[in-house]
């Protein structure tokens, strides 16, 4: 398996594997072909993929301000699942906001995911059943 910086020509790649993954995504939002390009321009590293044979396996998104480090979308193949394959995305994805002198790294995982909590908690991340996420949205799509 080989990790890779994702570029917009990998674009249907990505929708098509969060589709498979049944993770739930913008793609009138901000996962929009023109969304993600901007975010890819600002941020050229922030979108992994994880490749077997030359096909798109796995990915996830890095986000941050000056503050913390977020990952985003992270998903895999059911084909390629317990193999490591998010691991290894989340070891890069780290890496890569290390670089940015981020030493907080946090993910929102929805209440029922217990795949994806139990996922992060093996990968040393906390379980903060005291914080409440709050969001005020210009609409349903962004
Ligand atoms: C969550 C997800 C990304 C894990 O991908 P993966 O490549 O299978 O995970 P890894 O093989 O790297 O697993 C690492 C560890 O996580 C834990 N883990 C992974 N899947 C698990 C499951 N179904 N049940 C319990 N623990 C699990 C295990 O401890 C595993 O280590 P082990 O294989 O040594 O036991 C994948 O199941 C997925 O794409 N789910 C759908 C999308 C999703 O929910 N994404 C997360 C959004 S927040």
Known sequence: ME????????YEKMTKLWSKARLPFRPSGRDSREAVAAE???????????????????????????????LNRLAVDPGYRHRGVAKNLIVEAEKTLRKRDIKIFCALIEEYNDTSKEFFKRCGYVEHRDIIYFSKRESDEV
Do not use: H, Y
């Not at 990790?3 to 990998?10: A, G």
């Not at 590293?45 to 998104?61: H, I, K, W």
């Open 3 to 10: 990790i890779r910086k994702l570029t917009i020509d990998n």
């Open 40 to 70: 890819m321009k600002a941020n050229p590293g922030f979108f992994l993929g994880a490749f077997e044979d030359d096909q798109l396996v796995g990915l996830v998104v890095v986000s941050c301000d000056l503050r913390k480090g977020w």
